[in-house]
Structures are given as C-alpha cells and as structure tokens.
C-alpha cells in the first residue's frame, strides 16, 4: 500500500509561511514530498525559508504580499498556477493579535487585525479555491485558535477573527465538496513562537490593555490552563497540518482540528 502521507508531486501554498508554526508547515509539507510556495511580508524570513525548502530538495519559491489586498492575493495565484501548472495544498497560516479593552477598542487596530486575520485568509480561500474547483480538487488548511471558541478578554478583533475563520472552514467544506476541494482547520493553543509565547512579548501584546501581566501570572494564565502543562512546540503542527493535507483525510472535510494540549478538553 502506498503511503497515504506521501505528498510528493503535489503544490501547496502557505501564507504566512515565513514564521511561527506557518514556518514549520511550510517545511513539514516539503519533507512530506510537495513543492511549496510560500506567503509573507518578511522578505529576509522569506529568503530564509525558500533556502530551507531547498535543502529538503523541494521546489520553493516566495512571494512578498500583503494578503489584505485581494489583488496581489491573485497575482499570486496567478503566478503560482503559471509556474507550478496546480495548486494541490492552501494553508493559510497569517495572523495577528493585539489586546485592547472592548469599550474602546481602536477602530484602526481593529479593522487591521480582522483585515488580515479574516479578509486576507477568505481573499486566499477565494482565489486558490476557484484553481481548485477547475483543477477537480484540492485541500485547503486554515488555522483558527482555540479562542475562537473560548473567550479571551481584551482581544475581540483577535477571538472574532478566529470564531469567523471557524465558520469560513465548515460553509466553504459544505459549500465545494462536489468539487472534491476539503476545507479544514487548526485549533492551536499557545506555542512557542513569537506571537504565541505571550510571556515574552507582554508589551506588544499588552499594548492598550487596562493592565501588563507580569510573566509569573501570565505563565499562570496560559501554560497553567492546558493539561499538558507547556507550550506547544513549533514542529508539532506538522503532522496535523501533513494529515489534513494528504490523502490519509481523503474523508474529512469541515472539520477543526485543535491542537491544544487538551485544553478543549476541559
């Protein structure tokens, strides 16, 4: 039998693929065999990642785009299409967080945060989509959070972009599935990257907020709350993210997969 993880000869895409766990998805779907076309707006990340693909002996190529402007979304696609010939694989890994109290929560920052968080991930759902839908296939992976599911004060633009992305992934599985393109999710928890170690980044994150943590009660907060009683390591969103993309979920569809340390669990 052949291996149902195998994804060699397939394209994928991964938007904001130059950082955090899109880094790893990145490199996870070339050394499970797939060329991969990767989305950011960190050039020196980008050049970083594409020699990385490279070793692997995958095919790479970036893309400098901001993924707010449904245009350059489809210039990339376009440019995807026009060198690889298919698009097999979307992750849509970008994404961004800010806490602010709700009663005055900046207009600026809120629409950013849901420009990038919910348009940009639907600009690319769209145009890679309609390649799919043409081509007779393909899987696209979005990642949400658990909070979009579970509240998080001070972060509304951040938890209803989560929440939003959950219910793009189940209308858009239900909506293509004649057209044999699975849309599923990722649920993650705090990881140690730079967005989800919070602990780390309290003045950026906390910028706004009624009041900064200190790191003992923010270590209390988030690593205290999940079962496994630490951070989520960059790597392990690959196998999740290989097993939605390959033919071993060839009967999933709409689904989000928490990857959480059994914090849903509770």
Request: hydrophobic residues 45%.
């Amino acid at each position: 039998m052949n291996n149902p993880f195998d994804l060699s000869g397939k394209t994928a895409i991964v938007v904001g693929g130059a950082g955090g766990l899109g880094r790893q998805q990145a490199i996870g779907l070339a050394n499970a065999g797939a060329d991969v076309a990767v989305a950011d707006v960190n050039a020196e990340r980008l050049a970083a990642v594409k020699r990385e693909i490279e070793r692997i002996g995958r095919k790479a190529r970036t893309f400098l785009t901001d993924i707010t402007d449904a245009s350059a979304v489809q210039a990339m696609t376009d440019a995807v299409v026009a060198d690889y010939g298919r698009i097999d694989i979307l992750v849509n890994a970008a994404g961004i967080t800010q806490r602010h109290p709700s009663e005055d929560f900046p207009e600026e920052l809120f629409e950013r945060i849901l420009n990038i968080n919910l348009n940009g991930l639907f600009y690319a759902c769209q145009s890679v989509g309609s390649v799919m839908i043409r081509q007779g296939g393909g899987r696209i992976i979005n990642v949400a959070s658990i909070f979009a599911t579970v509240g998080l004060p001070e972060s509304v633009a951040y938890s209803m972009s989560k929440g939003a992305v959950v219910q793009i992934t189940r209308t858009l599985a239900v909506e293509w599935a004649d057209c044999h393109v699975a849309v599923n999710g990722l649920m993650p928890s705090w990881f140690e990257t730079p967005m989800g170690k919070v602990a780390d980044n309290r003045d950026q994150f906390y910028k706004g907020a009624t009041r900064v943590p200190t790191a003992e009660e923010l270590q209390k907060k988030t690593i205290g709350r999940v079962p496994l009683r630490r951070y989520g390591l960059p790597h392990e969103i690959i196998g999740a993210t290989v097993f939605l993309a390959s033919d071993a979920a060839s009967m999933v569809t709409g689904h989000l997969l928490a990857v959480d340390g059994g914090f849903l669990a509770q």
